[in-house]
């Protein structure tokens, strides 16, 4: 009875929408690893008051996907506690690009 009830329901939408649903966290639970969800809710109430033989399904659906990790970057927090990239306690190095000529692997010296 319960499927063919569900097949019914909004003349075969919801059917086809919880076979999607489904396909959805499916994927998603393979792609992170994590748990996924889905939920079907049917609410049954009766089409008018007093009326407890014609009764009226409404269905929701809903698919709770996991979420993939999200990465995290790296700050420092200064004296007057704004964030920045690098380390304001860390000594700068006096770093400079050195263009090289001749062979490769072969070494040149750089004068200051």
Known sequence: MFQETILQIQNGTTAAELSEALRNVVAAVRETGKAGALTLTLKVVPASKGAADVLMIE??????????????????????????????????????????????????????
């Open 59 to 112: 269905a929701a659906v809903k698919a709770k996907l996991p979420e993939r990790d999200r990465g995290r970057t790296v700050f420092y927090a200064t004296e007057d506690n704004r964030l920045v990239r690098n380390d304001p306690k860390q000594q700068t190095l006096p770093l400079r690009v050195v263009d090289i000529v001749g062979e490769r692997g072969e070494l040149k010296e750089v004068n200051r």
